[in-house]
C-alpha cells in the first residue's frame, strides 16, 4: 500500500499532465482559428522609445510579382520560391545581376515600444533602386516614384520617411520595380542600397536631417566649385553682351554653365524624373563639351585656321545632334517594346559624342606640332583640358557595356583620391577644378591683352580722325561768283571719301570729290595717299584730264587691291567749268544728270586716259557732286534710295546738309559727301559752308 506521501505525488503528477494537456489543447485550437504565420524570420525589437532602429538582418526576397505577396499571412519559405537576401547592398551583389523588372521584400517585425514612449513608430528607407511601394500587413502606406504602365523613378533620392502609426506585430513587405538598364549600368544595382530603419517619427525625423547634412557636408567642394562655374558664366555673359565681338566670352560663358546646370538636374534631390534628369543633362554635356572645343580653338589661336575651325564646328553639330537624340531617348527606355532599339540607339549615340570629346586632344596636339608661341597661361588650360577630357573619355568608354565585359576601370577613376574636409575628391573634380582655374585665369590675361591692343588701336582711330581734319577740311574757301556748302557723313569714325578745295594761281579754282573702295581706318590712310598727291600734281597742273591721269599712275599698286573713283573740275570765275570723271558718279545739274564719258577708277591701269568736258554755268543754277553712299542709302527693309528719290531730291536745288540728311534719315549704309555749287548774280557776295561730325579725341 502506498505512502500517503507517494499517493500525493502520484495525484500531483496526474493533475498537471491533464492541466498541460487542455492547456496544449487549448493553444492549437487558438493557433486553428489564426491564419497561417509568415515563414520568415521575425525581428523582434522591444524597448524602442525615443531612438531608432535598422531593420537589418535576412530579408525573404522573389523576383516577380504578385499584389497577394503583401499579405501577412503568406508562406514565403524557401520552400514556396523565396530566399534570403540582406537589405545592406542591391540583389545584384547577392545573386542577381542585370535582373530587371519587379521584386520583393518581405520581413516579419515585431516592435515593442519602451515604457512612457510615443505609441507611433516611422519608418525611414534612404535608397531603394529604383521605384518601390510599401505595404503594412497588406496595406499599401506608401511610395516613392510610379510603377509601370506609367514608370516613374528618380535619378537623385533623398531618404523617405513613411508613418506605421501603432504598429505592433506584422509583416513589412516592399514592392520594387527595377528599370531596365542603362549602357552605363553594370548590372550590379537593384533593390536595397541600405537597410531601413524603424523608430519614433522624432527619432526617424532627426536621423533624416542628420543623412541631409551629411549629404550637404559631402558635397560642399562641389558647390563650391559649381558656384564657381556660375558666378564665371553670368560675369562672361554679360561681359559678352556688352560687347559681342567678344566671342571668347561667349564660349567661355557656354562651358561654365553647363556644371551649373547639371548641378540642379543630376545634384540635386529636386523631384525630377530619372528620364527627365538624364535626358536635359546630355544636350547639357554637348554645349559644355562644344564650349571648351571653341574656348581652347581661340586660346591656343588656331581660330585663323579654317581646315580646324570647320571641323569644329562640324563636330559640334554632330555632338548636339547625337546627345540631344541620346536624351530623347531616355523618354522610351521604360517601355519594354522598344527596349532593345532604344539600347542599340544609345550605343551607338553614345559612341559618337563620346569619340567627339577626345577633340580637344586633337587641338592640343595640332597646338604642340605647329609650336604656336603661347604664353604660360594657354598651355596650362590645354595640359589640363587634355587630362580632364582624356579622363572623361576613358571612363565613360569603359562603362558602356561593363555589365557584360566586367570592367571595373569606371570605378577605379570614380574612386575618391583623397577626403579633404569630409568631401571626397575624385580625379575628375580635381582636374575639372584645375581646368576651371587656368582657364578663367587665361580669359584674364586674353582680356588684358585685348583691351591694351585695344588701346593701341583707339589710338590709331584718334590719330586716324585727326588726319580726317587733313581729307576733308572743316573750313571752305570762298569761291568767287558761287554759294559753296559741303556735307561729309562718314559712316565709320573714319571713312573713305574725300574732296579738297585747291585755289590755282590764274583765280581759277580745282574741285576734286572721290571715294576710295572700302571703309575705316584702311581707306582713310588710303585717301590720304590721294589728298596728298592730289594737292602735289595741282601745284603743276590745271587740266583734270591730266590731274586724274597722274594721279592714277601714282596710285596704281599703292591701293591693296582697291581702287578709287573720283570727279575733277576746274572752276572759273566767270562760271564755265572743265570737268573730268574717274568712274564716279555724274553730278547733277539743277534736276538733270550730266552725261560725262565713262572711265575706269582710280588705281587699276596705269595706260588709263580720261577726257574732259567744258560746260558754263548760268545765273542761279546749281550745281551737286556726291558720292555713291548718297544714292545706295538703304532703308531697314533693304530699299535703295536710287536714281528717281535723287532726280527729286535735287530738283529742290537742297543744299549740301539737307541732302545729306534726306540719305542719312532714309538710312545710311556707306560714306556720304556731298557738295552743291550755286551760280550768284553780279554783285552778290560768295558764301561758303562745310557740315560734318565733330572730330573729338578717343
Known sequence: MLSRALRSACFQGIFLSVLLWLSGAAFQARAAAMPAASSSPELAISGLGKGAAPIDGPWQFRTGDD???????????RANGWQSLTADKPWGLQGHANYTGYAWYRRHIRLTPAEGASPDFALMIRHTDDAYELYWNGVLIGSNGGMPPHAKWYFTQPPQTFGLGPARDGVLSVRVWKAPQQSFDNGDQGGFLTAPVVGSPQAIAALKDTIDYQWLRRRQFMFALDSLYGVAALLSLLAWLRDRSQWLLFWMAGFAIGPILNLFLLGMPLGMSDAWALGLAQPVFGITDISLWFLLLWLLQLNDNRVLSRLVRVAAVIDITSTSLD?????????????????????????????????????????????????????????????????SVVRIASQQGSRFTHWTLSQKISAPL????????????????????????????????????????????????????????????????????????????????????????????????????????????????????????????????????????????????????????????????????AGHPSPFLNRQELNLPGALPLGLDPTTSYEEVEMRLGVGDHFALYTDGLLEARSQTGELYGFERLESLFASSPNATQATEAAVNFGQDDDITVLTLTRLATGQESTASHSAPELVPA
Open 67 to 77: 499584389l497577394a505577396w503583401a499579405a501577412r499571412g503568406l508562406n514565403d519559405s
Open 327 to 391: 536624351g530623347l531617348l531616355t523618354t522610351l527606355d521604360a517601355n519594354p517594346r522598344w527596349f532593345a532599339q532604344v539600347q542599340l540607339a544609345d550605343g551607338i549615340l553614345t559612341g559618337i559624342f563620346t569619340f567627339l570629346e577626345a577633340l580637344p586632344l586633337v587641338l592640343v596636339f595640332y597646338a604642340i606640332i605647329r609650336r604656336r608661341r603661347l604664353d604660360p597661361a594657354r598651355w596650362l588650360v590645354a595640359a589640363f583640358a587634355f587630362l580632364t577630357e582624356m579622363i
Open 418 to 581: 583623397f577626403t579633404f574636409n569630409g568631401n571626397p575628391i575624385v580625379a575628375q573634380t580635381l582636374c575639372s577644378t584645375l581646368l576651371l582655374i587656368s582657364i578663367i585665369f587665361a580669359v584674364y590675361r586674353y582680356l588684358v591683352e585685348n583691351s591694351r591692343r585695344q588701346a593701341a588701336l583707339e589710338q590709331e582711330f584718334k590719330n586716324a580722325r585727326e588726319l580726317q581734319q587733313v581729307l576733308v577740311p572743316e573750313t571752305m574757301p570762298a569761291l568767287p561768283g558761287f554759294a559753296l556748302t559741303s556735307a561729309y557723313r562718314p559712316a565709320q569714325e573714319v571713312g573713305g571719301d574725300f574732296f579738297q578745295i585747291i585755289p590755282l594761281e590764274n583765280g581759277s579754282t580745282l574741285v576734286v570729290l572721290g571715294d576710295v573702295s572700302g571703309k575705316g581706318l584702311k581707306a582713310a590712310m588710303a585717301v590720304s595717299l590721294i589728298v596728298g598727291a592730289t594737292r602735289m600734281i595741282a601745284e603743276y597742273l590745271t587740266s583734270p584730264a591730266d590731274i586724274l591721269a597722274a594721279l592714277n599712275r601714282r596710285l596704281y599698286g599703292r591701293l591693296n587691291d582697291g581702287f578709287a573713283t573720283a570727279i575733277a573740275m576746274r572752276l572759273n570765275p566767270d562760271g564755265t567749268c572743265v570737268m573730268a570723271t
